[in-house]
């Protein structure tokens, strides 16, 4: 059996609730630290990390590239929560004899914030209640769902489910990604039509795919240019799949009517970023997996993921 753990450290607890929402009283001799920053210079980062032999990384706020996992001597488990997590080299974790695992979630709380994009940019509802705070009423007129074209890029989990609501509110669903098949479709209940064709003509795109070589600005300027005057675009999904000088001139030429962004390029998002000040935009901050109910499993699964490390028993373990 391994030397039981000694010190945590969780990373980037930016609402300050680890403490409150994780049942640490379960943990009897570990001491753990909590940092509420998001650190982005390594020698800094490597400092501050060296003393812990766990550590919990929320989400990828903080990536683990080999070279920062090779500057920790004394690192032994490294749990992400959630059950995968792109920005943590596997491999370099297997060499090093790390152990590194994942946590349960809760549901699919992106489907929401999708939902809250779409129905915020189409009924100008941010936009409204201003206006409504400072003494007017019904300065715009909104679109409904009903009749409405939804196109979907990505139908995998959250693609179908973010389609099926859609369905469900009278919308017609259209879809599209490079590996969708007809018969995949059909199970959903929507049509599989090419990119050129999603584009064109549908009144809501939004995206679900997962981030890769191949998926990076997937929506670039030419594709932003093929769609309707009247059309937004959500992303939920990664920043970088929308390339974002593209969009933010997009916006600001008015050739597309909004766009809902919950991921960026760069997070926690600059006070100066361009895409701040681009018109026609509703705007959260990484909400997708932000609820009550998902950080009380990741914190519920990091406990138990220790305990289960002390016991010789790894779970939910992640390999290359």
């Known amino acids: 059996m391994p030397d039981a753990i000694k010190r945590l450290a969780i990373l980037d607890d930016y609402q300050g609730v680890a403490m409150s929402m994780g049942p640490w009283d379960k943990l009897p001799g570990v001491e753990v630290t909590v940092f509420r920053d998001t650190l982005t210079d390594r020698a800094t980062l490597v400092q501050r990390l060296a ?4 550590i919990l990384a929320m989400r990828e706020r903080t990536p ?9 001597p004394n690192l032994r488990l490294l749990i992400t929560t959630a059950a995968r997590n792109r920005s943590i080299d596997a491999a370099a974790c297997a060499d090093r004899g790390i152990v590194f695992c994942g946590t349960a979630s809760s549901g699919d709380p ?10 915020n940019l189409m009924r100008d509802i941010p936009a409204q209640q201003a206006a409504l705070r400072a003494g007017q009423w019904q300065t715009s007129v909104g679109w409904g769902t009903e009749g409405r074209t939804l196109g979907i890029i990505g139908l995998g989990k959250l693609g179908a489910r973010a389609a099926k609501v859609g369905l469900a509110l009278g919308m017609k669903v259209i879809a599209w990604s490079t590996n969708l098949t007809d018969e995949r479709a059909a199970e959903v ?34 594709d932003l240019a093929q769609m309707k005057p009247t059309a937004y675009i959500v992303n939920t999904s990664r920043g970088p799949l929308i390339d974002q000088d593209a969009l933010i001139a997009a916006l600001k030429a008015g050739t597309i009517a909004g766009a809902g962004i919950d991921v960026y390029d760069i997070e926690p998002l600059p006070k100066d970023h361009p895409v701040l000040s681009a018109p026609n935009t509703v705007l959260t901050p990484h909400l997708g997996y932000v609820t009550q109910q998902n950080y009380r499993a990741y914190y519920d699964g990091t406990v138990e993921a220790i305990a289960a490390f002390n016991a010789g028993a790894p779970v939910r373990v992640i390999t290359p």
Request: net charge negative; no cysteine; hydrophobic share 50%.
């Open 189 to 222: 209940g929507v049509t599989r039509v090419d990119k050129a064709t999603l584009l064109a003509t549908a009144d809501v795109v939004t995206l679900h795919l997962i981030l890769s070589d191949r998926s990076r600005g997937i929506i670039g300027a030419g």
């Open 110 to 119: 992106t489907t929401d914030i999708t939902w809250g994009l779409i129905l």
């Open 64 to 72: 683990f590239p080999r070279a920062l996992i090779e500057a920790l």
């Open 51 to 54: 003393p812990f032999d766990a």
